[in-house]
C-alpha cells in the first residue's frame, strides 16, 4: 500500500478536528506546533516500518515464485531434454542390409516405422540417410551400393507420408566402418544405413508410446 | 642372379642355364608360361665410380629388370670394376671384352659415364654382334634434385626402346589411396610423396594424360567433389559442377579434353561426362532409375567408354559410344554363375580390357581381348582386383593382399612374373600415369 505524504497529514487534521466537536468544552488552547510534528513524525515512522515489513515479505514471497518456476522450468527442460534424447535415441537406430543387398529387412521395418512416428511428431525435423557397406565389395561399387541402401530406407519413408525434401541421402561405401575387424559380426555392424540430424534437431518431441 | 666373377670363371659354360633361375610366379596362371632362358641377358657394366654414376647404375639396372624384357647379370660391385671398358693408355681406344660379357650371359651390355657436368652418356653394347647398338645422352641433375630419379629412369626407358623397340615404362608414377589421402609413387616404388591435403578423406584417384594433374574425389558433408590438383605446385580447383551429390572416379578422354566419372545421387548412379575445355555440357550418359551405371573407362581412340553396371543384375562390364548411345553387355558372362565384375580399364593400346571379377566370394584380376571378346583369369592367390595398365600395355598393377595386407603389386602379361611394388601400410585403388615425359 502506497500512501502520499498530504494524505497522511489531512488525516492528522481530521482526528484534532472530531476531539474538539465531540468535547463541548471550551477551546484548549492551541496545540503547540512542535507536538503536531511528533505526531506527524510517530506516523510516518509507523507507516515507513510497515512498508519495510511488507516490502520484505513481498521480497521473499518474489524470490519463493522465482526459485519455484526456476526448477519448474529446469524440470521442463530435463524433461525436454530427456525427450529429445529418447527421440535421438529412436533416430539413432541403425538399420542393417545382407551382404551386395539393399532391400529393408522385414525385421528392420519396425525401426523406421518409428522414425516415420518421429518424423511426424516433429515437423521441423530434417535427417540426412547415409548408407555404408562392408569391405568386402569393391571399392567403387560400394558407394553406389550405399547410396542404393540410403534410398531404399527413404522410399521406405515417403512412401509412407513423409515428404521427400525432408530426407537427404549420401553414401560412404566401406570407407567409414564401424567396427575395423575382419569378421563376419563386424561386416554386419559395417553394412548399415546411419541416421543423422539435419536440421530442426534441438528439442524433438518423442512419438506417443515410445 | 648374383656371381662373383673369380669363382664362377671357370663355370662360365653354365652361366646361360643359370640366367634362367626364375623367382616362382605363385598366383598367377592361365596361358602364360614363362619359357626360361628366352629373355636377352643384360649387363650393366661398371666403371669411374662417382656417387652419381653409382646411382644412375643401381636405378638403370633395377628398371631394366622391372622391364621384364631382360635377365638382369649381377656382378658383385668389384668385379663389375674389372668388367669396365678398358682404355688403353695414350691412344684413348677402348677395349670392350664382347667375349668376356658373352660368356657370362650377356646379350647387351650398358654403360653409363659422366659427358660434362649434368649430363650423361649411355652406350648400350650388342655382345653378340660385338658391336655400339647406340650411344646417347641425357641431361641429368645432381643426386639432390628432385628430378634425378625421373631423368635415369626416362634413360632407362630409352635403352628398353633401343633394344625392343618399345620404351620401357620406368618414368612413370602412381597414385594410389593410403588410408585418408592419395600418394603419388615412382614405378619402381620409390619416392612417396602425399598428394591431397591432410584432413578430408580422398577417393579414386586418376592421372591426366600427360602425368601432370591428378583427378580424385574428397569427402565433404554429404557429398564427394572432385578435384583437379597440379602436382608440380599442388595447387587445386574444385570442379564447380560436383558441388552437390556423390561425385567419383574420375577419369580424363585420352585428349585431355573431356571428363567422365560416376554420380550417385537421389537418381541413383550414373555415369556423367563433362566438357573441361571449353568448362561446360555436364552430360548424363546412362540412365539407371532400376540399376547402377559406373566406374567409365574411355577406349584410347575416345570414341568408346566401358562401364560396370547392374542392369543384368550383378554387376558386368558394358561398353557404350562415347555420347552414352549403343550401350551393350562387353565381357560376356554366364548369368547366375559369374560372379560380380567391377573397376574396367581400358589398356593403352586399346586391346585389351582389366577389371576384376569375384570368384567363389574374393576378387581376381581378369584380361579380356577386346577383339574376341575372350577373358581370362590372371590370378589366383588372395583377393587382387583394381587392375590399371602401365604405358606399354604389357604391365599391369593392381592391390593384392597375397601376403596379408593390400599392397601394389605388378605383373608382366608376357611372361607372367609378378613382384611387390609397396611393403607398407594398405594400398588401394591405384592408377597408373602414362610416361613422364
Known amino acids: 500500500m502506497k500512501l502520499s505524504i ?109 522414425k516415420i512416428a518421429l518424423l511426424q511428431a516433429n515437423p521441423m525435423l530434417r535427417i540426412t540417410i547415409t548408407g555404408h557397406c562392408d569391405e568386402r565389395g569393391s571399392d567403387e561399387y560400394n558407394l553406389a551400393l550405399g547410396n542404393r541402401r540410403a534410398l531404399a530406407a527413404k522410399n521406405y519413408m515417403v512412401n509412407r507420408g513423409i515428404a521427400a525434401d525432408r530426407i537427404a541421402t549420401a553414401s560412404r561405401g566401406e570407407e567409414q ?11 554386419e555392424q559395417n553394412r548399415r544405413d546411419a541416421f543423422s540430424i539435419t536440421a530442426g534437431g534441438d528439442v524433438l518431441k518423442a512419438p506417443a508410446g515410445m | ?16 642355364g643359370m640366367s634362367a633361375a626364375q623367382e616362382p610366379t605363385e598366383g598367377v596362371r592361365v596361358g602364360i608360361t614363362y619359357q626360361p632362358g628366352v629373355r636377352p641377358g643384360m649387363l650393366v657394366l661398371g666403371g669411374p665410380r662417382t656417387e652419381l654414376l653409382d646411382s644412375v647404375r643401381t636405378i638403370v639396372a633395377r628398371d631394366l629388370e622391372f622391364s621384364d624384357e631382360f635377365e638382369i647379370i649381377t656382378l658383385p660391385a668389384e668385379d663389375s670394376l674389372v668388367l669396365g671398358i678398358q682404355t688403353a693408355a695414350g691412344s684413348g681406344s677402348e677395349f670392350v671384352n664382347y667375349p668376356l660379357y658373352g660368356a657370362l650371359g650377356a646379350d647387351f651390355a650398358v654403360r653409363a659415364r659422366a659427358e660434362d657436368a649434368g649430363v650423361v652418356a649411355i652406350t648400350v653394347y650388342d655382345v653378340r654382334g660385338e658391336t655400339v647398338r647406340r650411344e646417347f645422352t641425357a641431361g641429368v641433375p645432381v643426386l639432390s634434385d628432385p628430378d634425378f630419379r625421373m631423368a635415369t629412369h626416362r634413360m632407362s626407358d630409352e635403352i628398353v626402346r633401343v633394344i625392343t623397340g618399345t620404351a620401357g615404362v620406368a618414368a612413370t608414377r602412381f597414385l594410389f589411396l593410403q588410408g585418408r589421402r592419395i600418394y603419388r609413387m615412382d614405378a619402381d616404388g620409390a619416392d612417396v610423396q602425399p598428394v591431397s591435403p591432410d584432413g578430408a578423406a580422398a577417393f ?28 608440380a605446385t599442388g595447387r587445386r580447383l574444385r570442379l564447380s559442377f560436383t558441388q552437390s551429390a556423390l561425385n567419383y572416379t574420375p577419369v ?37 532409375r532400376f540399376a547402377d551405371n559406373l566406374s567409365p573407362t574411355f577406349s584410347p581412340d575416345g570414341r568408346r567408354i566401358a562401364f560396370s553396371s547392374t542392369r543384368s543384375g550383378l554387376p558386368q562390364i558394358y561398353v557404350m559410344s562415347a555420347d552414352g548411345t549403343g550401350q551393350e553387355l562387353f565381357a560376356p558372362f554366364d548369368y547366375g554363375v559369374t560372379g560380380s565384375s567391377h573397376a574396367p580399364e581400358w589398356s593403352p593400346d586399346g586391346r585389351s580390357l582389366a577389371f576384376h571379377r569375384d570368384v567363389g566370394g574374393t576378387p581376381q584380376v581378369f584380361v579380356m581381348d577386346v577383339a574376341t571378346r575372350t577373358v581370362r583369369q590372371l590370378t589366383s592367390a588372395g583377393r587382387n582386383e583394381d587392375p590399371t595398365w602401365a604405358p606399354d600395355g604389357q604391365h599391369l598393377a593392381f592391390v593384392s593382399d597375397r601376403t596379408g595386407r593390400r599392397q601394389l603389386w605388378v605383373i608382366d602379361l608376357e611372361t607372367g612374373r609378378v613382384r611387390q611394388v609397396t611393403r607398407a601400410g594398405e594400398v588401394r585403388l591405384p592408377a597408373w600415369s602414362g610416361r613422364m615425359y
Open chain 1, 177 to 187: 566402418p564401424l567396427d575395423p575387424g575382419h569378421t563376419e559380426a563386424a561386416w
Open chain 2, 204 to 231: 579414386s584417384p586418376s592421372w591426366d594424360p600427360r602425368g601432370r594433374r591428378a583427378a580424385y574425389t574428397e569427402f565433404h558433408d554429404g557429398g564427394g567433389y572432385l578435384y583437379l590438383q597440379e602436382l
Open chain 2, 1 to 16: 642372379m648374383r656371381l662373383r666373377l673369380l669363382a664362377i670363371l671357370p663355370l662360365l659354360a653354365l652361366v646361360p
Open chain 1, 6 to 114: 498530504p494524505l497522511t497529514l489531512s488525516l492528522g487534521a481530521v482526528v484534532v478536528a472530531a476531539a474538539v466537536a465531540c468535547g463541548g468544552q471550551p477551546a484548549p488552547p492551541p496545540v503547540p506546533a512542535v507536538d503536531s510534528a511528533a505526531i506527524r513524525d510517530s506516523i510516518a515512522r509507523a507507516e515507513a516500518a510497515r512498508r519495510a515489513r511488507e516490502d520484505s515479505i513481498r521480497r521473499a514471497r518474489e524470490e519463493a515464485e522465482r526459485l519455484a518456476a526456476e526448477r519448474r522450468r529446469a524440470d521442463s527442460l530435463a524433461m525436454i531434454a530427456r525427450e529429445t534424447d529418447r527421440a535421438k535415441g529412436i533416430l539413432a537406430e541403425m538399420v542393417n542390409f545382407d551382404f551386395d543387398k539393399s532391400n529393408i529387412r522385414p525385421g528392420d521395418a519396425a525401426k523406421l516405422d518409428r
Open chain 2, 252 to 288: 580424363f578422354s585420352p585428349d585431355g579434353n573431356r571428363f567422365a566419372f560416376t554420380r550417385s545421387d537421389e537418381e541413383g548412379t550414373d555415369v556423367f561426362t563433362y566438357n573441361l575445355e571449353s568448362d561446360c555440357c555436364l552430360q548424363r550418359l546412362t540412365s539407371g
